[in-house]
């Protein structure tokens, strides 16, 4: 859409259920109306909403409670921006510009008669069980998709400490999780329906709602810690006037563990500036990054387990790559271990390759083993079901960005345990059903520039895989240097492959996985491909005879 006023795009006013609506797209990044406080980028969107305003109201009377500043912008991502590209709280702070009721530190709630300061007994209860309850209901105005994400969200605190959201039945005491204007909660459990407010319009990114439920376990900013002082330095003279309560320490129980930068409850370096320089810098280091985006670090799972005194074995892995090993490592691991891992990297899709693997051996790893799931939670898809023994693994991918590996010994014999490399991939899969037909991204339309891809394909112990490529258009060289497919462990493997030539016969693996690759450089891009596997019992085969022949007989489960 072009810009074709002067300052500003005005549409027109639209009723949904509860709002009135208008869309506004800035032209200049001049100060205007009742956004004279802020500036907006050169067509930036924003959302005026007009929650009083009556379905009979005049657009010039809505025009006008919005010059009154009763009407609320929010800032919507710029075109072409990737949404929720900033930190936690510059979000939160532009969703929350007009928010109605009254906040500290820019998005606590106050409960009437308590200063939300003083939070001594604001902690949710332990269960008999060790578990920390805390139900919850939605609004019904969040759609599928939001309320997916809020779940798989809630999901990292059931992976990794005691807490369990849960749907409420008839509690008395449980968090109301609301579409309603800004996002804030109260801090700690005040008891009775309390409110988290989580705006669909702005506020639905995994980041602010862990922000926000972590609030609601009773936690202030990170900055705001008693001992702050001795990690960063306020800088007052560019705090906008009137802000500079947001920034008062607390008397806060720091639960003996460092100061974290990397919190998902740190303020952002230019937090409420007046003028676009640093309110809040690190030190002694003033280059150490604050404020982020992706959700719970390390340190805020380890306060939040030390504050509900969690028993747990949890480890959360956040790096873009990394290593994961059991504990003790090579030296053998402990008895009666029950520990997970969460890997949860900043964007693409999560791979996992074993470079070591001794698991005491038992007939259906119902002593020792591990389990492996596409997702945060042991209620996501199962990517390995129960895995034992001194095999590897093959590489496993998740759908997403985030994969659990649990493993559960018991309290007899144990081996050295295992060591593995986490990593990203921008496209690919790992296959389990018997048979499935998968494709190069797009297909049949073009694939896209500068794309590696990586799927496995797993079938049960005793049977092997036959591969089919049916369709393969890549750009074409003599060495395959720029755009290929390599085909691993079968037979014929390792198989590159590039141009329109379709790969002669099928493919039968060597055991009972193959992994297959992608990779297409900066230039020219063609149609890609389309493969078809299928499972099958394989009695002794002479790898030779597969060589020479195009077809092979083989069993389907």
Request: a negative charge.
């Given at each position: 859409m072009k810009c074709i006023f002067f300052n500003m795009t005005l549409f027109s006013w639209v009723f949904i259920p509860n709002n009135w609506i208008k869309f506004v797209i800035f032209n200049d990044t001049k100060k205007m109306g009742p956004f004279y406080k802020q500036v907006f980028h050169k067509c930036h969107f924003i959302i005026l909403q007009c929650n009083i305003c009556k379905q009979n109201v005049s657009p010039a009377e809505k025009d006008a409670l919005a010059t009154e500043g009763?009407?609320?912008?929010?800032?919507?991502?710029?075109?072409?921006k990737k949404s929720g590209s900033v930190d936690v709280f510059t979000q939160i702070s532009k969703v929350n510009r007009g928010i109605r009721?009254?906040?500290?530190?820019?998005?606590?709630?106050?409960?009437?008669?308590?200063?939300?300061?003083?939070c001594t007994e604001c902690l949710w209860p332990k269960s008999t069980d060790g578990t920390v309850i805390v139900p919850y209901n939605f609004?019904?105005?969040?759609?599928?998709?939001?309320?997916?994400?809020?779940?798989?969200?809630?999901?990292?605190?059931?992976?990794?400490t005691c807490v369990r959201f849960v749907p409420r039945a008839n509690e008395t005491d449980f968090l109301s999780i609301v579409s309603d204007n800004g996002c804030a909660s109260f801090l700690g459990k005040v008891g009775g329906d309390q409110t988290v407010?989580?705006?669909?319009?702005?506020?639905?990114?995994?980041?602010?709602?862990?922000?926000e439920l972590n609030h609601a376990l009773g936690f202030y900013h990170e900055q705001s810690r008693s001992d702050r002082d001795d990690?960063?330095?306020?800088?007052?003279?560019?705090?906008?006037?009137?802000?500079?309560?947001?920034?008062?320490?607390?008397?806060?129980?720091?639960?003996?563990?460092?100061?974290?930068?990397?919190?998902?409850?740190?303020?952002?370096?230019d937090a409420f500036s007046k003028n676009g320089n640093l309110t809040i810098v690190p030190k002694p280091d003033?280059?150490?990054?604050?404020?982020?985006?992706?959700?719970?670090?390390?340190?805020?799972?380890?306060?939040?387990?030390?504050?509900?005194?969690?028993?747990?074995?949890?480890?959360?892995?956040?790096?873009?790559?990394?290593?994961?090993?059991?504990?003790?490592?090579?030296?053998?691991?402990?008895?009666?271990?029950?520990?997970?891992?969460?890997?949860r990297i900043p964007s693409e899709q999560v791979t996992l390759q074993f470079q070591a693997f001794d698991i005491q051996s038992s007939p259906g790893c119902v002593s020792d083993y591990i389990k492996i799931y596409d997702g945060p939670s042991k209620t996501s898809p199962v990517l390995v079901d129960r895995a034992c023994g001194t095999g590897l693994i093959p590489i496993q991918i998740a759908s997403t960005n985030q994969m659990l590996v649990e493993f559960v010994s018991d309290g007899a014999v144990n081996g050295t345990g295992f060591k593995a490399t986490y990593g990203s991939v921008q496209c690919g899969g790992a296959f389990y059903a018997p048979n499935k037909t998968f494709t190069s991204p797009g297909y049949p339309a073009n694939y896209d520039n500068n794309l590696d891809c990586t799927w496995t394909i797993t079938a049960p112990v005793g049977y092997k895989i036959s591969l089919n490529i049916s369709d393969f258009e890549l750009e074409d060289n003599?060495?395959?240097?720029?755009?290929?497919?390599?085909?691993?462990?079968?037979?014929?493997?390792?198989?590159?492959?590039?141009g329109s030539i379709k790969f002669s016969s099928e493919f039968v693996s060597t055991s009972n996985s193959v992994m297959i690759t992608f990779h297409s450089?900066?230039?020219?891009?063609?149609?890609g491909f389309s493969a078809t596997y299928r499972f099958g019992e394989y009695s002794d085969i002479d790898p030779s005879w597969i060589c020479k022949h195009t077809h092979v007989h083989f069993k389907i489960p």
């Open positions: 009763t009407v609320r912008g929010m800032e919507m991502p710029v075109l072409g009721v009254p906040t500290y530190q820019g998005d606590i709630l106050r409960p009437k008669g308590r200063s939300a300061m003083n609004s019904s105005n969040y759609s599928a998709d939001q309320l997916a994400l809020f779940k798989s969200t809630m999901q990292e605190y059931e992976s990794l407010q989580l705006d669909s319009y702005g506020c639905i990114y995994r980041g602010i709602i862990q922000h990690y960063v330095t306020i800088h007052t003279e560019n705090i906008i006037p009137g802000y500079e309560g947001n920034f008062n320490k607390a008397d806060s129980n720091n639960l003996g563990l460092e100061y974290d930068y990397s919190s998902v409850m740190h303020y952002p370096g003033p280059t150490v990054p604050i404020g982020q985006r992706d959700g719970l670090s390390i340190l805020d799972v380890s306060k939040i387990n030390r504050l509900y005194q969690c028993d747990v074995c949890s480890n959360l892995l956040s790096n873009t790559n990394g290593t994961m090993i059991s504990a003790n490592y090579p030296s053998a691991y402990p008895n009666n271990a029950n520990c997970v891992w969460l890997i003599r060495y395959c240097m720029y755009d290929y497919v390599i085909i691993y462990n079968t037979t014929r493997s390792p198989v590159q492959n590039c450089d900066i230039s020219i891009v063609k149609r």
